[in-house]
């Protein structure tokens, strides 16, 4: 309720803030910003919107104008799964978004990002890569490993380790997965 009337969606992303709950969703979405100013226009993938904790592309004069997230496959499903000490008005201590494709039974493609374990939030490529092909049931997390974790760069803070973050993310990423498999 404190922000519900004056936070927005773009507030969010210029904030930039490593635990802001929504870029991961939509980095796994494949958003892009839009940023307007008297020059003119132009439309930033959001992974090259956030250059770190509070900075962005921003330029002087310039604001963010639109959030562009493209359609998604008929097939595709969605997760979001947080950690945090409560259970709403929380900074995170981790958090994933998963969008995966599933089409006959099977990963067709796979975009998976975890927030609040790096200075931005992070896609895991190497994960994405080894899902495509993958069978979708109750076990897809098991293709999950800590390898697939190495982009994050979690910090120590009073929240959690830095190996708790990551060892957070890793059950995070794996209960999404095989949430979206079960689903199938």
């Given at each position: 309720?404190?922000?519900?009337?004056?936070?927005?969606?773009a507030?969010?992303?210029?904030?930039?803030?490593?635990?802001?709950?929504?870029?991961?969703?939509?980095?796994?979405?494949d958003?892009?910003?839009?940023?307007?100013?008297?020059?003119?226009?132009?439309v930033?993938?959001?992974?090259?919107?956030?250059?770190?904790?509070?900075?962005?592309?921003?330029?002087?004069?310039?604001?963010?104008?639109?959030?562009h997230?493209?359609?998604e496959?008929?097939?595709?499903?969605?997760?979001?799964?947080?950690?945090?000490?409560?259970?709403?008005?929380?900074?995170?201590?981790?958090?994933?978004?998963?969008?995966?494709?599933i089409?006959?039974?099977?990963?067709?493609?796979?975009?998976?990002?975890?927030?609040?374990?790096?200075?931005?939030?992070?896609?895991?490529?190497?994960?994405?890569?080894?899902?495509?092909?993958?069978?979708?049931?109750?076990?897809?997390?098991?293709?999950?490993q800590?390898?697939?974790l190495?982009?994050?760069?979690?910090?120590d803070?009073?929240?959690?380790?830095?190996?708790?973050?990551?060892?957070?993310?890793?059950?995070?990423?794996?209960?999404?997965?095989?949430?979206?498999?079960?689903d199938?």
């Open positions: 309720i404190q922000i519900e009337h004056t936070g927005t969606v507030g969010n992303l210029c904030n930039a803030s490593p635990a802001a709950d929504g870029v991961p969703p939509l980095l796994a979405l958003a892009s910003v839009e940023i307007t100013s008297t020059a003119g226009t132009r930033l993938p959001l992974g090259e919107f956030l250059h770190g904790p509070r900075r962005t592309a921003l330029a002087a004069g310039e604001l963010v104008s639109a959030i997230v493209p359609a496959a008929p097939g595709a499903r969605s997760r979001f799964r947080k950690l945090g000490a409560r259970r709403y008005l929380v900074i995170s201590i981790a958090m994933v978004a998963a969008v995966l494709d089409r006959d039974r099977r990963v067709f493609g796979a975009r998976i990002a975890v927030g609040a374990c790096s200075g931005v939030a992070q896609r895991l490529p190497g994960l994405e890569n080894v899902l495509a092909g993958a069978p979708a049931n109750a076990h897809l997390g098991d293709f999950a800590p390898e697939h190495e982009p994050l760069n979690p910090i803070d009073l929240r959690a380790s830095a190996a708790y973050r990551r060892e957070a993310a890793l059950t995070l990423v794996r209960r999404a997965l095989n949430e979206l498999g079960a199938a």
